[in-house]
């Protein structure tokens, strides 16, 4: 692995345009949607817009979270949508402005009067969670108050309804952006029971193991603004529902 990372860096950025742009991540529409879906994930194609008149030829590919944040970092991926900046990442490459924002809500059954208010509240909830996930420096504070139930693998926001429903868990964690899209959020099923006070930033970030990633950042920064003076960007996102970030 530590060879392949040294190869990676060393390779030139002429070189790497050669070969596709592999960008992964676990599903969470609209951020990351299934490869099999009828529609790429948005931040997809903001990136194809982008990225490919510039030479580049993306292969987006769906794995577990903790497979993609192993890939980006030894170069097997060259970048991982919707990624928060933390200082495990420092060494990545993060363009200026994040391709999506949103706040960290906690969703019960439909029939539960209990409501997030910070840590207190927390106490003696069973909240599931994605194994490896980080939601942001406020919410990962306040849930080492509660009993963290963790699924991993693919869909786990999914697969925490299911224990949701199951009442094997009080909540779940999850971007209101993705609970809206997925309609999980409504009244028939699942109730918002309290968000974050901020939203978050996430980016499609760059692996450090790529001798272009900077420019890859730059590049799809400087795309991204392109695309808001264009129009084309607001087109995007309201396909998707979403305002611009």
Known sequence: MRIA???AV?????????????????????VACAASDPRPVYVVEI????????????????????????MTNSG????????????KRQHWAFPEQ???????????????????AGAASLKNQRVGTIRGYSYGTEIDGVLRHAKVDQVSGLNGFK???AKLQAKRIDAVVEYELVAQYQQFASNALLRNAGCSQMADQLYLAFSPARSDA????????EGV???????????ILQSYGINEP
Do not use: M
């Open 98 to 116: 994040a391709q999506a924002q949103s706040r960290v809500c906690f969703y019960t059954r439909a029939d539960s009067r209990w409501h997030y």
């Open 47 to 70: 990136a194809k817009a982008v990225l490919e008149p510039a030479g580049y030829r993306i292969d987006y590919q769906i794995v577990p979270f903790a497979r993609a944040e192993a």
């Open 5 to 7: 990372i040294v190869l």
């Open 76 to 87: 097997d991926a060259a970048g991982f949508i919707g990624v928060l900046k933390l200082p």
């Open 10 to 30: 060393l390779l030139p950025a002429a070189t790497w345009a050669e070969q596709p742009l592999v960008l992964v991540s676990d599903p969470w529409c609209p």
């Open 159 to 161: 697969r925490g309804l």
């Open 225 to 235: 603004q392109r695309l808001k003076k264009t129009g084309e960007l607001k087109k």
């Open 214 to 221: 900077p420019q890859l950042a730059r590049i799809l920064n």
